[in-house]
T-cell receptor
């Protein structure tokens, strides 16, 4: 079974500051890894994903994440926060050996950006 | 590409009533997923279809829940004899499976409130 832990249900940063959202996973095999963003009353939008290859993945809106197998982590970063980044962020995994590719999500981290 | 659409966006019902939700995936996407998201939590997998075949159901999907995708296009999710614990956001996602990990595109969700 897979599981995802997002440390910090709420993160607050100032506009222009570094954004760091933490994600650790538990999986019997190296999983596929995803970050999604959810704005109020909307569905989830994919920010980035890691399947194979380069462990540093760049996504939309200036976000990036690095897969660290030894730490079982996939933390999301952005060098400079913008007010429009305020949203809920979800880390998710799927099992490459499962044909269904169902996603297992973490509990989410709400990012607040202060002016 | 008009994205994944869901109808209705909001549903308020009384305990014991039946409700049905509809999801229209991105055209030509052969995979369709249903997830449930309760307040303050990440989405949880319910079931998925490949074309018209329902291939997997979560233990979360009790006997009161039924999902269909009759022609491999839109899908419906019915909840019979609703309970207050069914109150949640029901999310639909679709993907085009072409090997590897296909990105799931999410709809805006249907928010169900059971009084």
């Amino acid at each position: 079974a897979q599981s995802v832990t997002q440390l910090g249900s709420h993160v607050s940063v100032s506009e222009g500051a570094l954004v760091l959202l933490r994600c650790n996973y538990s999986s019997s095999v190296p999983p596929y890894l995803f970050w999604y963003v959810q704005y109020p009353n909307q569905g989830l939008q994919l920010l980035l994903k890691y399947t194979t290859g380069a462990t540093l993945v760049k996504g939309i809106n200036g976000f990036e994440a690095e897969f660290k197998k030894s730490e079982t982590s996939f933390h999301l970063t952005k060098p400079s926060a913008h007010m429009s980044d305020a949203a809920e962020y979800f880390c998710a995994v799927s099992d490459p050996n499962n044909a269904g590719n169902m996603l297992t999500f973490g509990g989410g981290t709400r990012l607040m950006v202060k002016p | 590409d008009t994205g994944v659409s869901q109808d209705p966006r909001h549903k308020i019902t009384k305990r014991g009533q039946n409700v049905t939700f509809r999801c229209d995936p991105i055209s030509e996407h052969n995979r369709l997923y249903w997830y449930r998201q309760t307040l303050g939590q990440g989405p949880e997998f319910l079931t998925y279809f490949q074309n018209e075949a329902q291939l997997e159901k979560s233990r979360l999907l009790s006997d009161r829940f039924s999902a269909e995708r009759p022609k491999g296009s839109f899908s419906t999710l019915e909840i019979q004899r609703t309970e207050q614990g069914d109150s949640a956001m029901y999310l639909c996602a679709s993907s085009l499976v072409s090997g590897g990990s296909a990105t799931q595109y999410f709809g805006p969700g249907t928010r169900l409130t059971v009084l």
